[in-house]
């Protein structure tokens, strides 16, 4: 009996492998939206501010992963916004911010609109990120109010609520933390994008977001892999969570 369950696993395994998708148990190793899920649970999270959150899979994967805590999403592209807002709305502890970009001043800003929507920056994109992936070129752009997430934060934040700040904005990570340092002082935790190379014109180097992360009490906790160019298998971006160890709970 023990041989045909083993028999039937790997079968199903190959007929899976087969389609392009992999099976895998869902662990912190094998799964990043379950260590993500893992982490949050660490160190007690109550709220996840998701912002730059196209159209609402980063939540999503969460919410499968076993994360059942409020949400708030902040995405500024339309086009996405009215996905995410579709998503969102059955979900009673999602809330979807009015459509914004955040950055490090109240205003108004031109964001660039890349042909497969996540890669969309208010930075003009280099030539190793769209040589690495042609599809996230530039198509156009639209102008969207801005504002400091010390702005907005307020009204879903209190005292006893634990915090932690999910930031995908493609390169313009610095400037969200110059307008978020209010809101730093009381996160638990961060998780953002580290470019090891540069991919957009004007993003700050990886080394100079550890050290300012660090600067302001975190610590790197995990690494999980981003964007790898398929040419050569190159690591091109990942993704870094922070917490304030000693913190947890």
Same mark, same amino acid.
């Given at each position: 009996?023990?041989?045909?369950?083993?028999?039937?696993?790997?079968?199903?395994?190959?007929?899976?492998?087969?389609?392009?998708?992999?099976?895998?148990?869902?662990?912190?190793?094998?799964?990043?939206?379950?260590?993500?899920?893992?982490?949050?649970?660490?160190?007690?999270?109550?709220?996840?501010?998701?912002?730059?959150?196209?159209?609402?899979?980063?939540?999503?994967?969460?919410? =499968? %992963?076993?994360? !059942? @805590?409020?949400?708030?999403?902040?995405?500024?592209?339309?086009?996405?916004?009215?996905? /995410? &807002?579709?998503?969102?709305?059955?979900?009673?502890?999602?809330?979807?911010?009015?459509?914004?970009?955040?950055?490090?001043?109240?205003?108004?800003?031109?964001?660039?609109?890349?042909?497969?929507?996540?890669?969309?920056?208010?930075?003009?994109?280099?030539?190793?990120?769209?040589?690495?992936?042609?599809?996230?070129?530039?198509?156009?752009?639209?102008?969207?109010?801005?504002?400091?997430?010390?702005?907005?934060?307020?009204?879903?934040?209190?005292?006893?609520?634990?915090?932690?700040?999910?930031?995908?904005?493609?390169?313009?990570? =610095? %400037?969200?933390? !110059? @307008?978020?340092?209010?809101?730093?002082?009381?996160?638990?935790?961060?998780?953002?994008? /580290? &470019?090891?190379?540069?991919?957009?014109?004007?993003?700050?180097?990886?080394?100079?977001?550890?050290?300012?992360?660090?600067?302001?009490?975190?610590?790197?906790?995990?690494?999980?892999?981003?964007?790898?160019?398929?040419?050569?298998?190159?690591?091109?971006?990942?993704?870094?969570?922070?917490?304030?160890?000693?913190?947890?709970?």
């Amino acid at each position: 009996m023990r041989s045909l369950d083993l028999f039937v696993k790997n079968t199903i395994k190959k007929f899976i492998s087969a389609t392009g998708f992999s099976l895998n148990r869902l662990t912190s190793v094998a799964n990043p939206a379950y260590q993500q899920k893992k982490c949050l649970d660490s160190f007690g999270v109550d709220l996840v501010f998701d912002i730059g959150a196209n159209k609402g899979q980063y939540v999503t994967e969460l919410r =499968s %992963a076993g994360y !059942s @805590g409020h949400v708030v999403s902040f995405e500024p592209l339309s086009d996405a916004y009215t996905v /995410l &807002s579709k998503v969102a709305q059955y979900d009673s502890r999602w809330r979807v911010h009015e459509r914004c970009a955040i950055g490090d001043a109240d205003g108004t800003i031109n964001i660039n609109i890349a042909g497969n929507s996540v890669s969309s920056s208010v930075l003009p994109m280099l030539d190793s990120h769209s040589d690495a992936a042609p599809g996230s070129s530039y198509v156009g752009s639209e102008s969207v109010p801005q504002f400091m997430l010390d702005s907005v934060v307020n009204e879903y934040i209190s005292p006893e609520i634990r915090y932690f700040l999910k930031i995908d904005t493609q390169g313009y990570e =610095s %400037a969200i933390l !110059s @307008g978020a340092k209010q809101t730093l002082q009381g996160a638990v935790g961060i998780q953002l994008e /580290l &470019s090891l190379i540069p991919l957009y014109e004007g993003q700050n180097d990886w080394r100079e977001m550890i050290s300012w992360l660090e600067s302001e009490g975190f610590t790197l906790w995990a690494l999980q892999r981003g964007f790898t160019d398929p040419r050569n298998g190159r690591t091109l971006q990942v993704d870094a969570l922070f917490f304030r160890v000693g913190d947890n709970g």
